[in-house]
């Protein structure tokens, strides 16, 4: 088909990209052009050349002869760009990169200059067939929603007042639904959409991942229908709902910790679980070059919160310049449940999985926490800590708080954690009778090898004005807040020892032995 | 002779007897005797409940017939600096140098007080760990 009416000259001689014959001569061009080609006898636009040779044009870059009504064709205006470069021909190369039908087309047409960017800029920074396909997906899903209405209309989902339960869960209540036969979309209490899919739609089509959902997942029961999910949590745009049966929390990880395995799911964009009543969102690159099924073997995830609803993120990696609350969903009576666990101020940590246990590391690699059978510890000596209680610090936050603790000298490196004890613990500390009881301690297992008084303080940059004579063994009550992490290198020591702080009051009556340096060394 | 009994917190001078925890609600935790002087630094009881406990003066200054000179030791602190917060402190060690009563605290500070009258001489941040 060519544009207005078929002729040439109804194009006014005005660069455009139409339907038919002149869309696919386009998508040709640009096509290749995006995979680094260069076109001939083209001009440019936002680096991408395409062919004028044969342009079939409309004024003012609208929608071609069929599409009048849907769009703006007198005056000419051009909302992002000049008369070549406006937002219409934007559309319509988005349309030819991606391959988009007719109707999809024709909805990207309508679009704010907002949305058209975003697409434009999304493919310009992302080149690769995995986003070429989420964007795709995504216009594809709006396309359908499109189609809904509150407003009966002939061929067009009618969202009707009629509440009810996705698959009878009751942290899945709906106030609308509507369907056309094919899909059904639910308007649910949080506000989000909720629409599912008989047949897998392109925000998973990718290949072997879109072959493996059909033949484990899809089925003739609806819940085993294809689940998509639009909210603010997700930036209104869809994302894939794992949403499986009543009670089938664990079966919906286990089908997102499969796609964690898969390299296809790395960059394949969001996915959505329900766990209680928190959502989970997870991108593709949460999970790479992570484990992550093996969390779910261990029956814990940690969580950051999402600021401004029940939304979680799995803390795989982060870098905060706010306090960020931290969740952890563990693993109890079949189900999950999550609990607060702390918070991340102004570091970045990662994570890895040794033993069924989660560690969180600091940037240098040291062991700031971990979860091993939904109990939290601190460090590599594993002390319990306090549900709720822990916080992952940078260095400047732990050595401001330092200072303001009179220890002007910053005496942290790295990363630290803030944490109270769930338990008694076992301390020592080197001394001299002038100062027995002070904040600063370490644990015996760091100290027991060494040999000597230089050795310890290399490791823990004691400074030789410190007066040492004796060792003290302390034994540090429940409930006590403390601070640890890795000693600075100070006074010409190389530090690297792993001390802790303990924050308040310490009473010399927590002392339960002490020894001279010679009987301690020896 | 002087005679101090740690358990029952008693302090036997030549006449009359100290029961130190009745009267000042601290237990005896370090003693000092120098010069014919008892110096005492007590705290909250160990093994025992110590109810109503308060953070108060905690070094005692005794002579020989048990009269009590002077109480002294607590600081009152700013802490964490800046915070508006300020904490009375009670010396966690005790000691006598240069003939001055030299205090700890457990929260990093030290101080230096008159021997003979207790009166604070300058204290300050030890930033040792």
């Given amino acids: ?522 | 002779m002087i005679k101090i009994e740690f358990v029952t917190n008693n302090i036997y001078f030549e006449d009359k007897c100290l029961m130190f925890h009745n009267i000042f609600n601290k237990q005896i935790r370090d003693v000092i005797y120098l010069n014919e002087f008892i110096f005492i630094k007590a705290g909250r009881r160990i093994h025992l409940p110590n109810d109503n406990y308060k953070f108060e003066e905690n070094i005692f200054k005794f002579n020989n017939e048990g009269e009590l000179l002077y109480r002294t030791g607590m600081l009152r602190v700013e802490y964490p600096i800046g915070s508006g917060v300020f904490e009375d402190w009670e010396a966690s060690n005790m000691s006598i140098v240069d003939n001055q009563l030299y205090l700890g605290y457990s929260k990093g500070y030290e101080a230096w007080f008159d021997i003979e009258t207790g009166e604070l001489i300058k204290a300050q941040p030890e930033n040792r760990k």
């Fill in chain 1, 1 to 522: 088909m060519l544009c207005s009416g078929g002729t040439n000259s109804s194009c006014n001689g005005k660069p455009h990209i139409p339907e038919g014959i002149c869309f696919d001569s386009f998508q040709h061009c640009f096509g290749d052009s995006y995979v680094g080609r260069t076109c001939t006898g083209s001009f440019s636009s936002d680096g991408i050349s395409y062919d004028t040779s044969n342009s079939h044009n409309t004024d003012g870059g609208g929608g071609g002869t069929s599409d009048n009504n849907d769009v703006n064709t007198s005056p000419v205006v051009y909302p992002c760009g000049d008369e070549i470069h406006n937002c219409t021909k934007k559309a319509d190369i988005i349309a030819s990169i991606l391959g988009l039908s007719y109707d999809e087309r024709k909805w990207l047409r309508k679009q704010s200059e907002e949305t058209i960017l975003f697409y434009e800029n999304y493919l310009d920074t992302n080149l690769s067939i995995e986003a070429e396909n989420w964007a795709k997906g995504q216009i594809e899903l709006e396309t359908l929603e499109d189609k809904f209405s509150k407003t009966p209309t002939t061929g067009k989902i009618t969202l009707t007042y009629n509440p009810g339960k996705i698959n009878n869960r009751d942290d899945q209540k709906y106030t609308h639904h509507g369907t056309n036969a094919v899909y059904n979309v639910y308007h649910m209490e949080d506000g989000s959409r909720v629409m599912d899919s008989p047949t897998p739609l392109h925000l998973n089509s990718d290949g072997n991942l879109t072959a493996r959902w059909t033949t484990e997942a899809a089925g003739s029961s609806p819940q085993d229908h294809y689940w998509y999910i639009k909210s603010p949590e997700t930036n209104n745009q869809w994302a894939s709902y794992l949403l499986k049966s009543p009670t089938s929390t664990a079966d919906e990880l286990s089908l997102l910790f499969q796609l964690g395995l898969e390299d296809l799911a790395l960059t394949l964009g969001t996915y959505v679980i329900p766990v209680e009543d928190f959502k989970i969102i997870f991108t593709g690159s949460d999970f790479n070059g992570q484990p992550t099924s093996r969390w779910l073997a261990a029956g814990m995830l940690l969580m950051e919160v999402v600021p401004g609803g029940k939304m979680l993120k799995p803390l795989v990696k982060t870098s905060k310049v706010v306090t960020t609350p931290l969740k952890i969903a563990v693993k109890e009576g079949g189900g999950y449940v999550v609990k607060s666990l702390g918070k991340v101020v102004n570091v970045e940590i990662t994570t890895s999985v040794i033993n069924d246990a989660i560690q969180y590391l600091s940037e240098t690699g040291v062991e700031l926490a971990r979860v091993t059978n939904n109990v939290l510890t601190v460090s590599k000596h594993k002390i319990k800590a306090k549900t709720g209680s822990l916080v992952f610090m940078g260095e400047k936050e732990i050595n401001a708080i330092m200072k303001n603790k009179n220890y002007i000298d910053a005496p942290f490196k790295g990363a630290a954690t803030e944490f109270v004890s769930e338990q008694p613990e076992q301390f020592v500390r080197f001394h001299n009778v002038a100062n027995p009881d002070r904040p600063f301690m370490m644990k015996l297992s760091d100290v027991e090898n060494f040999t000597n008084l230089d050795q310890v303080r290399n490791a823990f940059s004691l400074n030789t004005s410190n007066i040492i004579d004796k060792v003290s063994f302390f034994t540090i009550p429940a409930g006590k807040k403390m601070y640890a992490g890795t000693a600075n290198d100070l006074y010409g020591f190389s530090g690297g020892g792993y001390q802790f702080f303990i924050d308040g009051y310490i009473d010399d009556a927590w002392i339960s032995t002490t020894k001279t340096l010679t009987d301690f060394f020896n």
